[in-house]
């Protein structure tokens, strides 16, 4: 009986390991993390599923206003949920990511999901606020610097799409349920200049993603 409950624990703790996610490091500086599996592909189709009637033409945050606007450096479409949503799918993802990334659930954006056809491109830019520029202090106080951001794949790209890290020669495939994880700031909170990144042009196919950005502090 005792080997038995042994076993059983044993192929228990082997088939939970198996579903866990797995993170490779991609980049130590910038810290970049490949997580292989974060998402199920249920998940994945149902973000789609419930972002697709939802999408407008993506913007940017102006760095003299504060006023988010259009930019033909990003050409996507894309949605953001509430930053605490009632569905429970999202919810748990939620969850989730506060476990890997180790930030509380408050300190995140509400998930903005973003579609891009061929042809779609994000070309390179921060995702720090830049502290020196008029428009950065409106967005710095609702929840202080973005310091970290987590890219989650809900579609595999048949060609190109990349998350790409252009000085320090990083590419991500987007795969579908996998994500990645990279740092905007460094461990003493200065904006890294290295995380420099972007979205390559679709060549084949679509290209789905989500993205949670990650404060300082508390978001509002």
Known sequence: MKRLLILFL????IAIEALMPNMQVLSESPRIYLIENFLMPYECDHIVNAARDQLARSTVVDTQSSQSVLNNARTSRGMFFPQFPDDPILKNIQQRISLYTEFPIENGEGLQVLHYGIGGEYQPHFDWFDPKMPGTAAHLNRGGQRI????????????????????VNVKVKPIKCNAVLFYNCLPDG??????????????KGEKWIATKWLRAGTFR
């Open 10 to 13: 044993l192929f228990t703790t």
């Open 148 to 167: 970290a951001t987590l890219i989650m794949y809900l579609h595999t790209t048949d060609q190109g799409g990349e998350t790409i890290f252009p000085r």
């Open 190 to 203: 200065q904006e890294d200049p290295l995380s420099l990144h972007g979205g390559a042009p679709v060549i």
